[in-house]
């Protein structure tokens, strides 16, 4: 029998995932629906407006991070370097989004401590799915 944390960290990460392309397929189609209807309206534009570069680098962070969590629950070994990469992008798209866009995210929200944490706890949670996947890989438990 599989150990009950590797269902419970698979889950998150599929949930994770799954909110993840949720978010980037509402933004990048015009749907502003869901959480998306507590963005301020400032927000959602500066979303639809990020260079093509961002757009595509969201994109594989999207979709990796929801095919690596199916690959964890599948017990495959791609798992890890899908979720490795997805936490590498993301870490990418938050450093733009903090330092490099034109007005910065933290501008637009109006900055605060707030945004920042939250930032840190997407990113942590996204570090620590891939960190479980490659655990599982050395113990064997993704083949």
Partial sequence: MRRWHFYVMGLIALVFGLLSMAEYVMISYGLVQGWLE???????????A???????????????????????LAHLRPAVWMLGFSFFALATLMVWAAFFADPTLL????????????????????????LYSRQEKQVGEVL
């Fill in 107 to 130: 501008v637009l929200v109006g900055g605060g401590w707030l945004t920042w944490v939250t930032m840190g706890l997407v990113l942590a949670l996204s570090f620590l799915i891939y």
């Fill in 50 to 72: 990020v260079p093509d570069w961002v757009h595509g680098v969201w994109a594989v962070q999207a979709t990796l991070a929801l095919v690596g969590a199916l690959c964890l």
């Fill in 38 to 48: 507590l963005y301020p309206a400032e927000q959602i534009d500066w979303l639809r």
